[in-house]
């Protein structure tokens, strides 16, 4: 009763659709064009299904009530699977013509479901198939609805490691023409696995009424995985730590819609252990499987203070603060260290007890040198599992507007007055705030890669140039400011390279705690925590005038008769200029190691 009741409405739409459009040949191209539907349409909503013929060319209309906006979905097509975008496609313009703007191109290789929304009076669309002959079909479902009106628990985000949602309603019929989009987001390093315990919908061979869409990634034009309606129980997995989730419904046959559930996987294979370290914390993988031998679950693992608890997917997930659970720091010979212990608690006491292998993880993060060493120490009765691997700093670079450091500077070249006061921050990303940053050298260079000759500002802690100023240390950043400057030469660009140290606030005899000393003093071969960090260009203002090019003063000249006085001050110039040439060159080479910078001047 279902089908037919469908069928008797689809055979109507295909012969008003054809009827709609105007087929006329002109010049060998043929052409049609329709208008649907205006600002007196009393149809809130309508579906076509649009038969297309080879080297086709149509452009119609579609016009919409006052104070509301159209959506049109394009819910199954059925183009030429070997033309190009290009020579086939649907094309839909804000406006009542093709030179309106362009909302987005529809063709036969787009990997996700076409919707558009707008507000513009009317909207056109222009329908171009090639030469090729094959069958066209192209299921157009579109209606007006009031932007200011919502549907509740239609849509959201869910940032959850797990959760639940449903359709609006459900288990009661869903509402008509809903349009709801589910972002769902987890933890980096975290797949989705998602789960449909109901779909019940309306059914349809291409499910152009009413459907659910997954899409892998974190919008709904990320690449479709599936598009289901009718009964169905399926589940997706995404590729990443990102899924969306889109309901769409039609104007009839409502039913009770879906329920869903989602959980995080790991997205690598852990078949035992696995360490991760940054700045702000640790991350101790243990494979579940890992357990099972042991007959130990992931309830029976605590840190070293209990009450942080991990979280369980496929895998055991502690994440560890620097500052706390138990966490110890360890500052020696100017290495600091982190290292927690996870043990097991207690079974219960109605348990039968069972001899087990004792099993105890260490973890450990070591600072060195501008990585992380991970270690892990997983000991089974005297048997140590020792894993490492290499992790990075968080340390980043900016300008400042001014020395309150509040509002960094995002424009990239970054242009300046001369003699202007720049601001420089370079902070650390971590929770341990113990630490505090830094600033042992910085320096400038016209490339990025400071392959060139360069200029300290700071160099042992110590300033180098007359404008540099150094602020007092203030945890996790280290600042100073100094004024505009450029090459001797000219060049237009600036680049920043500082390399910091990060020490423990309480370490007195840190390299931090040193302040300015020279480098025969400095003796820091065993400092282990070091990074570095460029921000650039920057570039003189008047530059972004110029073009870059270099300014040099132009003669004054007057119209004088050229007589022999003339050619022979002419000729005493030149020898002149000549041998100052040769002077200046030898000069050049001799000096050429003492390439330096100059503060540029006041015009």
Not at 78 to 85: F, K
Not at 102 to 129: A, H, M, R, W
Not at 160 to 167: A, I, Q
Request: negative net charge.
């Amino acid at each position: 009763m279902e089908a037919t009741g469908r069928l008797i409405p689809l055979t109507l739409l295909i012969v008003s659709c054809l009827a709609e459009f105007n087929v006329t040949k002109s010049g060998g191209q043929s052409s049609c064009r329709a208008n649907l539907g205006g600002a007196s349409q009393s149809e809130n909503h309508k579906a076509l299904i649009l038969q297309l013929n080879p080297s086709e060319n149509c452009t119609w209309t579609l016009g919409r009530p006052e104070n509301k906006s159209t959506r049109v979905i394009f819910s199954h097509l059925q183009l030429d699977p070997e033309g190009s975008c290009e020579s086939e496609n649907i094309q839909v313009f804000g406006g009542n013509s093709t030179q309106g703007s362009l909302l987005g191109k529809v063709c036969g290789k787009n990997d996700y479901i076409p919707v558009f929304e707008s507000s513009s009076n009317t909207l056109t669309f222009q329908i171009v198939t090639d030469s090729a002959r094959i069958q066209r079909t192209v299921f157009m479902f579109y209606y007006f609805f009031s932007p200011s009106a919502s549907i509740p628990n239609c849509g959201g985000h869910l940032d959850n490691p797990e959760g639940s949602f449903t359709s609006p309603n459900y288990p009661n019929p869903h509402p008509e023409m809903a349009y709801c989009v589910w972002h769902m987001q987890v933890e980096g390093g975290y797949k989705i696995k998602l789960n449909f315990e109901e779909i019940f919908l309306e059914a349809d061979a291409h499910c152009r009424f009413d459907f659910v869409a997954v899409y892998d990634g974190p919008s709904s034009t990320s690449g479709l995985t599936g598009q289901v309606c009718g009964r169905a129980k399926p589940t997706f997995e995404s590729s990443s730590n990102s899924l969306t989730v889109v309901l769409s419904t039609d104007y009839a046959n409502s039913y009770r819609g879906f329920s869903a559930s989602y959980s995080s996987i790991y997205a690598e294979n852990v078949n035992t252990t696995s360490l991760i370290c940054s700045s702000d914390k640790m991350r101790a993988i243990i494979s579940k499987s890992y357990l099972e031998p042991f007959k130990y679950n992931e309830n029976n693992l605590q840190l070293s203070d209990p009450t942080c608890r991990p979280k369980v997917s496929n895998v055991v997930e502690f994440s560890i603060p620097l500052d706390g659970c138990g966490t110890v720091k360890k500052v020696e010979d100017h290495s600091i260290t982190y290292t927690n212990t996870i043990t097991l608690s207690a079974s219960p006491a109605a348990e039968v007890i069972t001899r087990r292998k004792h099993l105890q993880i260490i973890v450990k993060c070591e600072m060195e040198h501008t990585s992380t060493v991970e270690t892990m120490y997983v000991t089974e009765d005297d048997v140590i599992q020792n894993q490492s691997a290499l992790g990075t700093y968080n340390a980043s670079m900016a300008l400042f507007e001014s020395d309150s450091f509040e509002k960094p500077i995002l424009e990239s070249p970054y242009y300046v007055d001369l003699n202007q006061n720049l601001f420089v921050q370079v902070s650390l990303h971590t929770s341990d705030p113990s630490l505090v940053v830094f600033l042992d050298t910085c320096r400038a260079s016209p490339t990025p890669d400071f392959a060139s000759t360069t200029y300290d500002l700071i160099k042992s802690g110590c300033n180098r140039d007359e404008t540099c100023e150094v602020y007092p240390l203030s945890a996790h950043h280290g600042r100073f400011r100094f004024n505009a400057l450029k090459f001797l030469r000219s060049l237009g660009s600036v680049y920043l390279q500082c390399r910091v140290f990060v020490c423990d606030s309480g370490d007195q005899q840190s390299r931090c705690g040193q302040g300015c000393v020279s480098r025969r003093k400095r003796d820091v071969s065993s400092y282990r925590w070091k990074a570095d960090t460029i921000v650039g260009p920057v570039r003189l203002r008047r530059d972004r005038r110029a073009g870059f090019q270099n300014q040099m003063p132009g003669e004054i000249t007057q119209n004088q008769p050229f007589s022999g006085f003339h050619l022979f001050s002419f000729t005493v110039l030149s020898l002149n200029v000549v041998l100052v040439a040769v002077v200046v060159v030898r000069h050049f080479v001799n000096q050429r190691t003492d390439f330096k910078y100059q503060q540029l001047q006041d015009c």
